[in-house]
């Protein structure tokens, strides 16, 4: 009898010693705050240390600091410089000429007639043609007329002067009836696609976008991407419709894409909800973050361990922490960490603005875990217990 009590005793002991090593093996949402905090840095085979990411409390300082965080400007990127009152005519414009004689009977002028009281036609006009590669357009009489990279009047005095002695006094009118080279091309999902030619006076980004169309995607989802030669920025749409100096004027060949992308942030582990999920908004905090997550789950989450995991600019990083190691890349995986159990963060969380693509992590409390190895305790033992009830009951 005392034999079997012993062996039950040794195997019962074995089993919780087995079920409390494998903690370890417990399904978990992620690592639990001291895990976080102990990864920020690893030991190398050196015997140094190698700074994986950074961890930065949230304080209200480090709120201000984050709002002096470098975006992209298209005033910083492109300036805003009005075009020229009086455009040039380029290649690939469409030109036509017209061209009036003093009398009748010259190059341009038709005959009198001599049963009417009419004087006959003193002008002609030539049909429209695109500027040549070699920047001329032909006028009949004239040749071929240079006329890139100079306004219409001039190229009026032009074709007058080569005309001179050849028709009547003639007088040229040059209209440009499709300015090709002074065109913006407008695409990307919200507008419909087109090549806009701008006008004298300037157009600025949301004239243009107004002339393709207008947006048809939610202004907080739409983001301006400006490309000018070798240069392109992209800043949200509410950028540049709340803030003027964003709205800037437009030049020849500049390449304006609307781009949908809905601002969206990742809720993961003790929360009443885990998934994506959008900001609907012009920008929303850390308190509305967690409502829309459904706040911390009661049973399972600890207060202390609310993290958000973001990339941040190292210029940022150095503001935050003028010490900090990992500066050698532009962008630097930070962990903000916040402290629910402190009633000051229920104001922190108000201010702190979030970011797209952002990560609201909220670890397991350590009760939870404990709870899940007593659980697998209990599973593995309890028909132990009942076996040994029965077999005592037997004796």
């Known amino acids: 009898m005392m034999l079997r009590k012993t062996a039950l005793s040794a195997l019962m002991a074995a089993l919780a010693a087995g079920s409390i090593g494998g903690c370890t093996y417990l399904p978990a949402a992620g690592p639990t705050a001291s895990a976080i905090e102990a990864g920020a840095e690893v030991a190398t085979a050196d015997g140094g240390t190698l700074a994986r990411y950074e961890i930065i409390d949230v ?3 480090v709120i201000e600091a984050l709002r002096g965080r470098p975006l992209d400007s298209l005033l910083a990127s492109f300036g805003d410089h009005r075009p ?3 455009p040039v005519i380029g290649v690939g414009d469409m030109v036509s000429v017209s061209v009036w004689e003093a ?10 007639v001599a049963d009417r009281f009419s004087a006959g036609s003193k002008s002609a006009l030539i049909p429209e043609q695109p500027v040549g590669r070699d920047g001329a357009i032909s006028v009949p009489y004239a040749g071929r007329i240079k006329v890139a990279g100079r306004r219409p009047q001039d190229v009026q005095g032009l074709i007058e002067n080569e005309l001179a002695g050849k028709a009547i006094q003639p007088q040229v009118l040059v209209s440009v009836t499709r300015p090709i080279s002074q065109a913006v091309t407008v695409t990307g999902e919200g507008a419909a696609g087109a090549r806009l030619p701008l006008s004298g006076h300037g157009d600025r980004i949301l004239d243009v976008i107004a002339a393709a169309g207008g947006n048809r995607s939610p202004v907080s989802e739409t983001f301006v991407r400006l490309s000018r030669g070798p240069v392109t920025a992209t800043v949200p749409l509410t950028t540049v419709v709340s803030n003027p100096k ?3 004027y437009l030049r020849p060949n500049d390449v304006l894409t609307l781009v949908r992308d809905p601002q969206t ?9 885990a998934t994506e999920l959008p900001f609907q908004a ?6 509305q973050a967690l409502a829309k997550a459904r706040g911390l789950s009661d049973f399972a989450a600890d207060p202390a361990g609310t993290f958000i995991f973001r990339f941040e600019p190292a210029s940022v990083v150095r503001r935050l922490n003028p010490a900090t190691k990992l500066t050698g890349t532009p962008l630097v995986p930070v962990v903000y960490r916040i402290n629910m159990r402190d009633p000051n963060s229920l104001f922190t969380t108000q201010a702190f603005r979030m970011r797209n693509r952002d990560l609201v992590y909220v670890s397991n409390a350590p009760f939870t875990e404990v709870q899940k190895v007593l659980t697998a305790f209990s599973g593995v033992t309890g028909p132990l217990s009942s076996a040994a009830t029965a077999y005592a009951y037997a004796k």
Not at 104 to 112: E, I, N, W
Not at 265 to 273: E, H, P, S
Request: hydrophobic letters at 40%.
């Open 103 to 112: 009398g009748s009977g010259g190059l341009f002028s038709g005959p009198l």
């Open 282 to 287: 012009d920008g929303i905090t850390l308190a």
């Open 84 to 86: 020229s009152s009086e």
């Open 246 to 248: 964003e709205n800037i």
């Open 59 to 61: 304080t209200p300082s």
């Open 265 to 273: 942030f990742l809720a993961v582990g003790a929360l009443g909800q």
